[in-house]
């Protein structure tokens, strides 16, 4: 088959930053610049990273971003007051608490500090609660919010269709599970979420018309668990040891790609799947932020 069968997250990601863009010469033309606060707290290896992308995409979409890093021994307290004062700063319409934190800090506490106007991460109860209920005036998380654009975008029907997710996590696992199973277009999926509790995985896999790998085990999703011509999509990011590989290691997803693009009917790479399409759902809510925040204001 080739490559023909892949989902390029690239080029769909490249798409939506296009459409963005669009958007924020718009707000432009009104005196407005949408602003975008990182919060980083300690050196997490991997968080420096992910927050370093999203920084160079903001600024290469003409969204100002501001990173502030915290030290690894911040209090919770003074996590707080930094998101308060983020929260009242009418110049930053997004902002960004890069999980995952210490384990000191309490997330749930942060991401309620949070003003839900500003939570282009859709982590705030008020929009995690919005996504349950299918109203869409608030924030979806931006990996799931993300998959399902690479679904659309590709043609790939979620209607009545059978769709297992692998992974019940906040960030991924649950929120795509409320995505796809709302009434309306580009949803209305039977949905399964597997976990690690979950008896017979592969048996429900195999059901799968769609399936989502978002639990964090390496190449845990083999041939055998994939329906021929099923949509496999691999939203995990996993370090493993690799003598052979720079540094020891080397990065690999969920799925055993080499195995199942054969059988697959699409799927994505990982890297240049799932990856960039966080990134261009994260800009797009930005957008949205301020928007709907200065549209307020008028
Ligand atoms: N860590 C892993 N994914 C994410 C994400 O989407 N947002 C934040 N803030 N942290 C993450």
């Given at each position: 088959?080739?490559?023909?069968n892949?989902i390029?997250?690239?080029?769909?990601?490249?798409?939506?930053?296009?459409?963005?863009?669009?958007?924020?010469?718009?707000?432009?033309?009104?005196?407005?610049?949408?602003?975008?606060?990182?919060?980083?707290?300690?050196?997490?290896?991997?968080?420096?990273?992910?927050?370093?992308?999203?920084?160079?995409?903001?600024?290469?979409?003409?969204?100002?971003?501001?990173?502030?890093?915290?030290?690894?021994?911040?209090?919770?307290?003074?996590?707080?007051?930094?998101?308060?004062?983020?929260?009242?700063?009418?110049?930053?319409?997004?902002?960004?608490?890069?999980?995952?934190?210490?384990?000191?800090?309490?997330?749930?506490?942060?991401?309620?500090?949070?003003?839900?106007?500003?939570?282009?991460?859709?982590?705030?109860?008020?929009?995690?609660?919005?996504?349950?209920?299918?109203?869409?005036?608030?924030?979806?998380?931006?990996?799931p919010?993300?998959v399902q654009?690479l679904l659309i975008?590709s043609g790939v029907n979620t209607e009545g269709v059978e769709v297992v997710i692998l992974?019940?996590?906040?960030?991924?696992?649950?929120?795509m599970a409320?995505i796809l199973c709302q009434?309306?277009k580009h949803a209305n999926s039977t949905v399964t979420i597997c976990?690690?509790?979950?008896?017979?995985i592969a048996e429900h896999c195999r059901r799968a018309d769609i399936l989502i790998a978002a639990?964090?085990?390496?190449?845990?999703v083999?041939a055998d668990m994939v329906k021929h011509g099923a949509t496999v999509i691999d939203v995990?990011?996993?370090?493993?040891?690799?003598?052979?590989?720079?540094?020891?290691?080397?990065?690999?997803?969920?799925v055993?790609?080499?195995?199942i693009q054969?059988i697959a009917g699409k799927i994505t790479?990982?890297?240049?799947?799932?990856?960039?399409?966080?990134?261009?759902?994260?800009?797009?809510?930005?957008?949205?932020?301020?928007?709907?925040?200065?549209?307020?204001?008028?």
């Amino acid at each position: 088959m080739g490559t023909s069968n892949l989902i390029d997250g690239r080029a769909i990601a490249e798409q939506i930053h296009a459409e963005t863009a669009q958007r924020i010469e718009k707000l432009k033309q009104r005196g407005i610049q949408p602003g975008l606060a990182f919060v980083r707290v300690g050196e997490d290896p991997a968080s420096k990273v992910y927050v370093g992308m999203k920084e160079r995409t903001s600024t290469r979409l003409g969204i100002r971003s501001l990173t502030r890093v915290l030290d690894e021994k911040t209090s919770e307290a003074d996590l707080l007051t930094l998101i308060r004062e983020l929260n009242v700063d009418p110049a930053i319409h997004g902002i960004l608490v890069q999980a995952p934190l210490p384990s000191h800090i309490q997330a749930s506490r942060v991401y309620s500090t949070v003003s839900p106007e500003k939570d282009v991460d859709g982590f705030h109860p008020v929009n995690v609660g919005k996504l349950m209920l299918g109203d869409s005036s608030g924030f979806a998380p931006c990996t799931p919010a993300g998959v399902q654009q690479l679904l659309i975008r590709s043609g790939v029907n979620t209607e009545g269709v059978e769709v297992v997710i692998l992974g019940r996590g906040d960030i991924v696992g649950k929120p795509m599970a409320a995505i796809l199973c709302q009434k309306g277009k580009h949803a209305n999926s039977t949905v399964t979420i597997c976990h690690s509790r979950t008896r017979n995985i592969a048996e429900h896999c195999r059901r799968a018309d769609i399936l989502i790998a978002a639990m964090g085990v390496a190449e845990f999703v083999k041939a055998d668990m994939v329906k021929h011509g099923a949509t496999v999509i691999d939203v995990g990011v996993n370090r493993v040891n690799d003598p052979a590989a720079k540094g020891g290691s080397k990065l690999v997803g969920d799925v055993d790609f080499a195995a199942i693009q054969p059988i697959a009917g699409k799927i994505t790479p990982n890297p240049g799947g799932v990856g960039p399409m966080t990134i261009a759902m994260l800009m797009q809510n930005t957008v949205l932020a301020a928007e709907q925040l200065t549209e307020k204001a008028v």
